[in-house]
């Protein structure tokens, strides 16, 4: 079993934690971009509030966030993630980004829960304004994005999905892979209501 452990310092997991659920409200309501029936299909969900755009480096982007996946009937503790990448929101100026990440294929959760995933082409990117950048019919990886800012450019090359492990050690109180995590259904209190908010957008 997984024990909940104090939060470390530096870590605002709290905050972050709010802010991913602040956005699977906003993106799976009636008009947002996630539709209850692709929750619903996923095998795994990974929320990312607040990708910005590097300001030192031109076009590098970063964000925090968690992922769960399916446990039992049910959505598996978080695990802290983080995304990265060369071009993803590189022409939305410095607004930051909301993105989802629907995984519809079990057989891809090994390599979404390593140390670190490059995303590929496999996946399918669509903005939250109705703007689709790289739609596969085919793709088993889903990108929503949603922004405030102008919309000029949304692509996936370079972006790789990777373990956060201050975040996990904040969460968890120790160093726990993410494979491991979502192996447990055992959330930390600070983590119940984005699963609550999960679960209630789509029962599995």
């Known amino acids: 079993m997984i024990g ?11 905050g972050r934690v709010n802010r991913a659920v602040a956005v699977l409200d906003s993106m799976t309501t009636d008009k947002g971009a996630v539709k209850a ?7 795994c969900v ?5 990708f910005k755009k590097g300001a030192a480096v031109v076009g590098l982007g970063y964000g925090r966030g968690f992922i769960s996946c399916r446990k039992d009937g049910a959505w598996s503790a978080p695990a802290a993630v983080t995304l990265e990448s060369g071009s993803l929101g590189v022409q939305v100026g410095g607004e930051a980004i909301d993105i989802v990440i629907l995984s519809l294929d079990q057989s891809r959760r090994a390599k979404l829960l ?8 496999d996946a399918s990117a669509a903005w939250g304004n109705g703007k689709t950048a790289h739609e ?11 922004t405030k800012g102008i919309f000029g ?7 790789t999905l990777s373990r956060d492990e201050s975040g996990d050690k904040a969460l ?9 995590i979502v192996a447990s259904s055992d959330t930390p209190a600070v983590a119940q209501a984005l699963i609550a908010k999960l679960s209630a957008v789509a029962k599995p």
């Open 4 to 14: 909940a452990g104090t939060l470390a310092a530096g870590n605002d997991v709290t």
């Open 37 to 43: 029936e692709q929750v619903a299909k996923a095998d």
């Open 46 to 50: 990974a929320v990312i509030p607040g």
């Open 114 to 121: 390593s140390e670190r995933f490059a995303v590929g082409t």
């Open 136 to 146: 596969d019919p085919n793709a088993r990886i889903l990108f929503f994005g949603h």
């Open 153 to 159: 450019g949304f692509g996936l090359d370079g972006a």
């Open 172 to 180: 968890y109180g120790k160093s726990v892979s993410n494979s491991e």
